[in-house]
Nanobody
Framework: QVQLVESGGGLVQPGGSLKLSCRFSDYTGRFDVVGWYRQVPGNQRELVATSTRGGRTNYASFVGGRFTVSVYNLKVSLQMNSLKPEDTAVYYC?????????WGQGTQVTVSS
């Protein structure tokens, strides 16, 4: 049973930074894709940033160079800088194999003054 556990969410002022971490119960290298999605109540879950096993990264257009996804043996992080109020959402860790998708429980990020 694969488990993904996020941490690092919280309240931050506009323009501030936050780093999210996702602890994996298995080595990240066994997954085809790992990364982060986010969801605002009433909206669909949307991609934020992903990284393939080969190291190719993909960022949503709204990221605009502000976020960086990093992959380690048992962890995936998301460094978020220059945060905006519209970045407020629940952020979910994600991992994909050929046959399954896995999700963490989510961590709330609130950007507000």
């Amino acid at each position: 049973q694969v488990q993904l556990v996020e941490s690092g969410g919280g309240l931050v002022q506009p323009g501030g930074s936050l780093k999210l971490s996702c602890r994996f119960s298995d080595y990240t290298g066994r997954f085809d894709v790992v990364g982060w999605y986010r969801q605002v109540p009433g909206n669909q879950r949307e991609l934020v940033a992903t990284s393939t096993r080969g190291g190719r990264t993909n960022y949503a257009s709204f990221v605009g160079g502000r976020f960086t996804v990093s992959v380690y043996n048992l962890k995936v992080s998301l460094q978020m800088n220059s945060l905006k109020p519209e970045d407020t959402a629940v952020y979910y860790c994600y991992a994909k194999t050929y046959v399954n998708d896995y999700w963490g429980q989510g961590t709330q990020v609130t950007v507000s003054s």
